[in-house]
């Protein structure tokens, strides 16, 4: 009995061990043979370089360098744990640093994950040469951005760093997504679509250990299309060091076609530290500094344009026929107006429309303005290219604010006096500008009349910018009128009492305008604008500096420029 019932365990012992390899050979044969080939099939994503950001000369302003990273092929934990201890002694790193890295970049067992980024060469190599004791550590070589000049033109170019959340519900349709490293701020936000690259990959085969086989399949990265710019860095490095220390905007631009040569902000900061992101310090530093370092303020800070917008004042008031040529008014440091009495900035004798700008009085302004009435100033400020952006391409533009009085009445519930008038007369009160726009305007006295758009893209890949070089606008301007305010413009530089008089030494000929704003808090901001040489003018600049007190010190910045620009061969 004891041997029937045993020979029947038996029997059904292998009955059982039968139908379990019967199951795993016929019924699951080919689901299992598809899951160890698939546990042999490793995937290793390539990247291909960002498209370079090149200057007119083709100078490269930010391009690409080869660095390198330690991958690791996902094993069972007991291998991970060893192979994270043995490449921190190499690389002179904690264990633990590693390991955190590791789980945080995990996707799946198929894709290797970087646990040291950026290394250096030689700790690569070391890690290489020991391939055969380390299985399963890989080293990619990868291209990451490179700035050489350093912060120069930081806020035309902008910064890398990690797709957000907003972006990534706006792009997510165009193929971005989570992780993805994309352009935040200037040239890189703009055109990310254009300097992206396409990413690619490897799959190939390991053993058991993890221990590479054979390649698979290969599909190449693409490179992003390069961009390159109006700016010249010769000019823009010029500009930059004599902004170094002080917070303003420094446009120079063409006159005639509006390429901006060079566009530097104060204080700046340096893309790098986004993409290292080895100080985190430095990094705070930026994002947290009360001084918005991050922020262009040629384009996308407003300031009252103070004396410089009486450019506008004396073209609308000549145009108008408000006055004329000979027309004066007496100043004696101030005008009664309504109840207030507005004052000017010193006592001059009675002055016209040419010596009102040479000496920057505010009386001759003040009554001018009231004859034209804020309507018609409004009219002539949106002619030349206030209260809009100006078009340019580059994220974050401010379009400014021209006060008038249905405005205030719809949006404010206050009514307009005659001060607000006078105010809005000499450039202050709610009138707001950028730099740039001041740029522009200053250059329909340089250009015979046209009101240029302002461009920074001169081609993508070759291929010239279908947002470049667009169409003037000429502004109806009588030449005699133009051509008078122009030579004003001359002599506020040439003449002893000109407000401009920093600039007349300087060795080439500049016409240009001075401005000094006054703000509720700190000192009065400082504004020149003008342009150089006075003859054929190849270039207009607008120096602004924030709380720079008075306009004499902007002419003077403006002064070192043209001088050192002068000097390089650059005028």
């Known amino acids: 009995m004891r041997l ?74 007991n291998e991970t744990e060893r192979l994270l201890t043995r490449v921190a002694a190499i690389l002179g790193e904690s ?35 020991l391939k055969d004791e380390l299985p399963g550590i890989m080293i990619q070589p990868h291209p990451l951005r490179d700035y050489p000049y350093g912060k120069l033109a930081c806020h035309v170019l902008g910064y890398l760093s990690e797709i957000d959340r907003w972006r990534l519900t706006k792009l997510g349709d165009y193929g971005y997504k989570t992780k993805d490293i994309v352009g935040f701020g200037g040239v890189e936000e703009k055109y990310d679509y254009y ?19 054979r390649v698979l399949g290969f599909r190449p990265p693409q490179d992003g299309k390069d961009v390159q710019l109006t700016l010249d860095l010769r000019v823009q490095r010029i500009v930059e060091e004599n902004l170094d220390g002080r917070t303003g905007s420094i446009v120079v631009m063409d006159p005639y076609d509006g390429q901006v040569i060079a566009m530097a902000n104060s204080p700046g900061f340096n893309p790098e530290a986004f993409v290292y992101r080895s100080s985190q310090r430095a990094l705070s530093g930026i994002m947290n500094n009360p ?51 507005f004052a000017c900035w010193d006592v001059h004798r009675p002055q016209d429309v040419f010596h009102a700008l040479v000496n920057s009085c505010d009386v001759f302004f003040y009554r001018t303005g009231l004859l034209l009435g804020p309507e018609a100033i409004h009219d002539y400020a949106l002619k030349f290219g206030f209260s809009k952006p100006t078009g340019i391409e580059l994220p974050y533009e401010a379009g400014g604010f021209v006060p008038h009085p ?44 046209k009101l240029v758009s302002p461009y920074i893209i001169s081609s993508i890949s070759g291929q010239r910018s279908p947002e470049g070089r667009r169409k003037t606008a000429a502004i109806s301007l009588k030449e ?27 060795g080439i000929a500049v016409a240009g305008k001075t401005g000094t704003a006054q703000v509720t808090r700190g000192q009065p901001h400082a504004w020149f604008a003008g342009f150089f040489p006075f003859a054929k003018p190849k270039f207009v600049i607008c120096v602004f500096l924030e709380n720079g007190t008075s306009g004499h010190f902007a002419a003077i910045l403006a002064r070192q420029i043209i001088e050192k620009m002068a000097l390089e061969g650059l005028v």
Request: with cysteine; charged share 20%; net charge positive.
């Open 406 to 449: 249905l405005k205030r009445k719809l949006y404010q519930f206050k009514k307009w006096f005659d001060g607000d008038t006078a105010n809005f007369s000499i450039g202050q009160g709610d009138l707001l500008v950028t730099p740039l726009q001041v740029t522009r305007a200053m250059a329909v006295f340089a250009n015979g009349g």
């Open 291 to 341: 001084e918005a370092p991050l922020v262009n303020r040629a384009i996308s800070s407003t300031y009252p344009p103070a004396s410089v917008f009486k450019i506008v004042v004396a073209s609308a008031g000549l145009e108008n026929k408000k006055v004329n040529f000979t027309t004066t008014f007496p100043c004696q440091g101030g005008a009664q107006i309504g109840n207030r009495r």
């Open 480 to 506: 005699d009128n133009r051509e008078h305010i122009r030579l004003a413009l001359r002599e506020v530089v040439a003449s002893p009492t000109g407000t401009g008089i920093a600039l007349a030494g300087a």
């Open 4 to 77: 029937k019932i045993t020979a029947v365990a038996i029997t059904a012992v292998f009955f059982l061990l039968f139908a379990g390899v019967l199951n795993l050979t016929c019924i699951q044969g080919k689901r299992l043979k598809y899951l160890s080939e698939k546990n042999c099939v490793r995937l290793m994503p390539q990247q291909g370089s960002r498209g370079k950001i090149l200057d007119r000369n083709g100078e490269v302003i930010a391009g690409s360098r080869l660095t390198y990273d330690a991958m690791l092929l996902p094993q069972d934990k």
């Open 95 to 129: 264990s633990g640093s590693l390991r955190k890295a590791f789980q945080e970049r995990f996707v799946s067992s198929s894709v290797p994950v970087a646990i040291a980024a950026n290394i250096d060469v030689k700790k690569a190599i070391a890690l290489e040469e």
């Open 195 to 213: 300097l992206r690259q396409e990413e690619g990959g490897l799959s190939f085969e390991v053993d058991h250990r993890g221990r590479f086989v």
